[in-house]
């Protein structure tokens, strides 16, 4: 596939189909959308399939010259590729859970998703600094519209809500990248990472960026956007911003924070690791006492993105591997409780937790696949969830024990908060008449559920193949922010040597 520009190609489909989509009628605009999101997964899957592992950091790059203020410059490593392929895997499946619940304004609706799409494969793309801040910044106008559109009765306030909280902390990254790009004499996004900028100016820099990240991925305090959007937005709309636009904060620290400010990063993970467990206790413990379903998952998300941060900032292979997974993991796992969520909304149109009970009487199968996706999020072996969080934890713990203690309660809460929901849905009586009439999963809910099941066990089984197309890309961040690396307060078990760093190897020998 060289030399064939896979990716603007990825951006052009559903770009096209998105205007197409606009002059149809409303279930012409359903197949359109879901034919161009497929054809996106399908080139996401060749995308997978060419990806040389071991080969360069930087494959599928394009330069198609400069416009303007910036260059179209596209190009993917590890971490885009797992993104990217998340993205185009949920989409069409977006798709399909919103094909009988939308019923107003659909072209219109499907045009959104659609640009959705395009904003966050090219976010996850570009290699132009500013080609970078457009795609991220402008994948909020289509998901404010969704929410604010087609939302529930609250929705204008959650969609202006997330708007102005995630707008804001993106002023201030504008000013950092201006800045960045003086010094340097570029915006090549590879250049700038091994760009080693003053020390002096890199906490600035580095605090301008975390605004902006920090209510991305949400970390607490700046969070309480999340549960408001996820509640208002509808179904497709929560699975698409629990699975892939809260990860674009997490992208964000991985490709800028932590290469291109490794110094400031390693001075200021107190601030990560401090904010991050409060974030795990916090908001698991508010998860808890939710009647709202969505509410409740919502939180659970503040959580899971809070061990993904930890991970980030541990400075060492298993904190970043598990990181990454972590927030694949939570995209596939939240995405499908959310879609789970909506299945019953559709038939009762409540989301009260206690309207429910029993379901497992007469919804057997939603009931196996929502205990599926449940031992997802609580991270159960077998699961894609335990294999993040045990890499996440277990790197962490090299830098700082404390931090790993607390955060690893956050496990044990987050069995409580989701079995907690899981036995007040499923179990217990089926006494409520209109809650006896629902029926089971229809064959287009087993075919929007089953593929992220079967993945979600995938990732459990074989993790391997997910991780091995970003470990060289960990391997060469590792490097990269080593000399800045925090020392850590774990200590060498009583009785066996302190491990062998590479840069005191030679010493033992």
């Known amino acids: 596939m060289s030399g064939f520009p896979i990716l603007s190609l990825m951006l052009a489909i559903p770009a096209i189909a998105a205007v197409a989509c606009l002059f149809l009628p409303a279930n012409t605009a359903r197949w359109l959308a879901l034919v161009a999101t497929l054809v996106d997964f399908v080139l996401g899957i060749g995308l997978w399939t060419q990806f040389d592992i071991g080969g360069p950091q930087w494959q599928f790059v394009e330069y198609a010259g400069s416009l303007g203020v910036f260059d179209w410059k596209l190009g993917i490593d590890g971490f885009a590729l797992l993104l990217i392929m998340l993205s ?31 904003l966050m494969i090219g976010t996850f793309a570009a290699q132009d600094l500013f080609l970078f801040y457009i795609f991220f910044e402008a994948g909020l106008i289509p998901m404010y519209l969704i929410i604010g559109i087609w939302g529930g009765a609250n929705r ?115 601030l990560i690791l401090g904010l991050s467990a409060v974030a795990v206790i916090y908001t698991s413990l ?15 998300s503040v959580a899971h993105m809070a061990i993904v941060t930890i991970g980030l900032f541990a400075f060492n292979q298993q904190g970043i591997e598990g990181a990454m997974m972590v ?49 997802a999020s609580i991270g159960l072996p077998g699961t894609s ?7 996440s934890l277990m790197g962490t713990y090299k830098v700082s024990t404390w931090a790993t203690l607390l955060c690893t309660t956050g496990i044990i809460l987050g069995a409580g908060y ?30 929007l559920l089953a593929p992220i099941a079967a993945v979600i066990l995938w990732m459990g089984v074989y993790p391997e193949s ?11 961040l590792v490097a990269r922010v080593s000399r800045a690396a ?15 760093t590479p840069a005191h190897a030679g010493d033992h020998k």
């Open 88 to 118: 185009v895997f949920l989409m069409p499946i977006c798709i399909g859970a919103s094909w009988v619940a939308i019923t107003k304004r659909v072209p219109e609706y499907m045009a959104a998703f659609l640009l959705t799409e395009v």
């Open 156 to 270: 204008i306030y959650a969609s202006y809500k997330f708007f102005l909280y995630t707008l804001l902390g993106s002023v201030l990254m504008l000013v950092a990248m201006l800045w960045m790009v003086n010094y340097a004499g570029t915006s090549d996004i590879p250049t700038l990472m091994n760009t080693d900028f003053p020390a002096h100016a890199q906490t600035w820099l580095w605090l301008a960026f975390f605004a902006s990240f920090a209510v991305k991925m949400p970390m607490w305090p700046v969070h309480t956007w999340l549960p408001d959007a996820h509640v208002q937005a509808p179904t497709a709309g929560s699975v698409i911003l629990a699975g892939v636009l809260l990860k674009l904060g997490g992208y964000g620290f991985l490709r800028f924070s932590l290469p291109m400010f490794p110094e400031a990063s390693a001075q200021l993970t107190w």
């Open 286 to 300: 508010v998860a808890l006492v939710q009647s709202d379903m969505k509410k409740l998952i919502a939180y659970s």
């Open 327 to 375: 927030m694949l993991s939570h995209g596939l796992a939240s995405g499908a409780l959310f879609l789970c969520v909506g299945v019953i909304y559709d038939r009762l149109h409540t989301r009260e937790i206690d309207r429910y009970g029993g379901l497992a009487i007469n919804m057997p199968r939603y009931a196996l696949f929502f205990l599926l996706f449940t031992m």
């Open 385 to 391: 969830g335990f294999v993040g969080e045990f890499l």
């Open 418 to 447: 989701m079995l907690y929901l899981y036995r007040r849905v499923v179990f217990g009586d089926l006494v409520k008449d209109d809650v006896k009439a629902m029926p089971d999963l229809s064959l287009r809910e087993i075919a």
């Open 466 to 476: 997910f991780m091995a197309p970003m470990r060289g890309d960990v391997s060469a």
């Open 486 to 500: 925090p020392a850590g307060d774990s200590k060498p078990t009583i009785g066996k040597a302190p491990a062998v």
